[in-house]
């Protein structure tokens, strides 16, 4: 999270849907939320071409626009827990299981792609819906750039 920037204002209002019976969305004004504040990914742009120099592009992908790819990945995943934790379990919620795991999972099929991480070693830890890279994997993928 070191790349967002706190948006603040204006929070958002949001109207609660609820269906009946037969499917038909009515508005339950009673249920409005209130939302925010939001976080936007801002990557630092000088590091952003520092790493391009490196790593022009992932295929037909930009470095750039794989990060972002990531940060909808992670977004995508903080919504479904908060709503989980939150919406339906009426409790807390921390953000430590989603945005985490996936992108280490991400870390950990780039390594696989460098020949870090064995196949079948990537796969088996699918069966727990993601396959979070270890510290050890993480600073062996990056090559030491990433420390625990």
């Known amino acids: 999270m070191l790349d967002h920037c706190l948006i603040g204002q204006p929070r ?3 109207r ?3 269906s009946d019976e037969k499917g038909n969305i009515q ?3 009673e249920g409005k939320l209130e939302l925010g504040p939001f976080f936007r990914y801002e990557p630092n742009p000088s590091l952003l071409a520092e790493l391009a120099k490196v790593i022009p592009a992932l295929d037909d992908i930009s470095l750039e626009g794989f990060a972002r790819y990531c940060e909808l990945l992670a977004w995508n995943e903080d919504s479904k827990y908060y709503y989980r934790d939150v919406e339906v379990g009426k409790g807390t919620w921390i953000g430590a299981r989603g945005r ?3 992108l280490l999972t991400v ?3 780039l390594g696989y792609i460098l ?3 064995h196949f ?3 796969l088996g830890r699918f069966s727990f819906g993601v396959s979070p890279a270890s510290r050890e994997e993480v600073t062996s993928i990056t090559g030491g750039f990433v420390q625990d």
């Open 12 to 14: 958002l209002q949001a």
């Open 16 to 18: 609660l849907l609820v």
């Open 27 to 29: 508005v339950h004004e």
């Open 100 to 102: 985490v795991n996936t």
């Open 107 to 109: 870390v950990r099929v």
């Open 115 to 117: 020949g870090d991480v």
């Open 120 to 122: 079948g070693n990537l």
